[in-house]
């Protein structure tokens, strides 16, 4: 079986540096002060400002001597205008180091504007597939990760929405956070819906990885590592969510897929999961998730043997099996967890109109930024293709409902 191209050349790309542990929040202090910084910002959301997190965060940098401000007006999925507000309050605060504590949001809003705030002209040039690359690195920034699911806290992108309110991404190895501190302990407070949507976008993250043109050694066992931990963890993570072990579990595999995803991309399930999500404002990891089954199938007849291995990271047993029915049996235990965490599995659950679908497929194909993901699958997208796989993932009408 080849899991990857014959002879494939590659490229890593590795966060600088990551530390991981249990009430390692606790470093923080320490950690940011080795960056000499004389004015930190703290960058996170109403959300997670309540949970108290944010002024534990600000406490332990003032245990070191730093002057530390909380800025909790990160977006959910944020806006252009929201990360270039940040980064003029960064410019005109004085600000020296950035911390991106919370969800994919407010860790992507940071690690945009911290890079932003050292490149001129419009922010909007710099996102992939754009006018310019960015020219200098960014001031410094920290990751602390709340949720467990995004991979954002050691990424090199940061997904923003561009004017038309469409999603598109910075993509750059300065974007990448200089230091991330992955906490479990920061993520037991998630509640069930997100912990099962964030766990699925890492699922996404990990299986799409897996299947593109950019699939490699090093990625291809980092993301099956990764299938392993979420297939038998987030269950759990989902329906015991003060299991510690489970949180620390589930955080591993966000961590060890972030790498995966990084390095090899994602490809239909993303592209499709990106699209939807923009235009009806539906939470990624559900948006993801809902197309990731379809993605895996329809990728089979190029890729078999890596859904194959697939499915056994999954548990499921393929004695037996050709390599066509053992990649099915992947995509059969997707479709499972996927409904046994209570997440929606149909376009239409989530109040898309069967009547947008040939829009959808026309911006599938046409939007810069999808067309990149999609570049990165095996299988060439087309417009009739996108349609197909939109209209798979509708859903069954129910002739009782007219
Ligand atoms: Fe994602």
Redesign the pocket.
Known sequence: MAFYEPLRSFELHMPSRVLFGINYVEKIGVEAKRFGAAKVLVVTDKGVSKTGTPERVRALLANEGLSAEVWDNAETEPSISSVVGLRDHIMKGGFDLLIGLGG?SCMDMAKAAAVLSRNEGDPEDYFSGGKREFAKPGIPCITIPTTA???AEITWDA?VKDKTGIKAVYEHTYIMPTLAIVDPTMSASMPPRLTASSGI??L??AIESSLTKFTNPITFALALQSIQLISSNLRKAVYQPNNLETRYNMALATLTEAFS?MNAG?IEA?GF??LIGSVYRIP??IA?GIALPHAMEHNILVTSDRLAAIAEAMGVDTTGMTLKQAANSAVDAVAELIEDVGLPTTLQEVGVRREDLPKLAEQAVTIPWIKVMFSYAIRDMTKELALEFLEEIYGEENPLVS
């Open positions: 994919g699911g995004t991979g997904v976008d890492a996404s993250h995803e994602d993303h999961g990106h990624h990891g993801c």
